[in-house]
């Protein structure tokens, strides 16, 4: 189940918790479409112009678990949630969602998402979540404490261009994200409670930045056809530092071979600063039955 109309950050897309099982690629879609599913029970009522969907994930399990033969039940379905998701046409390229989860573990959350096309090229679009829970920092220790009214929220534009160039501007704020004197809390406990933390946050799919900017450029049929340079690049808006991403991709008709980038750059004690290690490189091999 995968919500949300942000390409870096989707606020809404409460399914992604501990989903991811094995990281191929830090590339967001990547990211969103390679993970494990969840247990459900979902019904949708149709009409003309919208639409209502219900679903409920029962808890199945209490742990996650890396055993080799493992459904792991436990890391998506540890929990019961329910899900209400209401999509409703009113006007021309106007067509909002409002999400309502609920979870035995946190308080309800609410979601919404926008989206508009501006001219013939250009679409607007708008993702948020709002609701109460404990800060990532606080989760990531599971210290208890008191949980606050936190916002997220990603917003921005996406350009196609006719040689199949898409450019995408995305704002991104998340009021969860540990803060400078968190990370300072982290980073003084050691290096071992730092990369739990790390760990956590990447495995909540949440946005580690306070506030950052997204920039996202994807061509297909480049410069040669078969030829895929996607990248992206997000900075966080209060300490500077940088998270760096390429990739050029050649599709055969049963095969792809991929080479990857990666670069953290900052200064120390800032959020990908302190990235281990600043660079990697992978060469990706993808094989397709025919």
Known sequence: MRNGVALGYNPTDYFRFDAVRSVVSIDPASLRENRLGSVMLR????????????????????????????????????????????????????????????????????????????????????????????????????????????????????????I?????????????????????????AGPTVLERAAQFILGSQDLPDRQALFLHVLWTDSLLRHLDLDAFTRADLKDGSRLSWAEARYHWTHVDVAVQWQLSSGAEGTIYGSSSPRALGQLLVDGYLP
Request: glycine share 10%; no cysteine.
């Open 43 to 162: 019904a949708q009522r149709l009409w003309s112009g919208g639409s209502l969907t219900a679903i409920v994930s029962p808890r199945l399990d209490d742990a996650p678990s890396d055993g080799p033969f493992s459904v792991d039940l436990g890391a998506t379905n540890g929990s019961n949630r329910y899900l209400l998701a209401l999509s409703e046409h009113l006007g021309k390229d106007f067509d909002p969602q409002l999400l309502l989860l609920g979870s035995e573990h946190q308080p309800a959350q609410a979601g919404m998402n926008l989206t508009h096309l501006l001219g013939s090229a250009t679409v607007a679009f708008l993702e948020g979540s709002v609701g109460r829970s404990a800060s990532l920092a606080q989760q990531a220790s599971g210290a208890s404490g008191p949980t606050s009214q936190l916002t997220r929220l990603a917003t921005g534009l996406t350009y196609t261009a006719p």
């Open 164 to 188: 199949n160039l898409s450019v995408t501007v995305e704002y991104e704020r998340n009021e969860a994200a540990p803060d400078r004197s968190q990370w300072a809390k982290l980073q003084q």
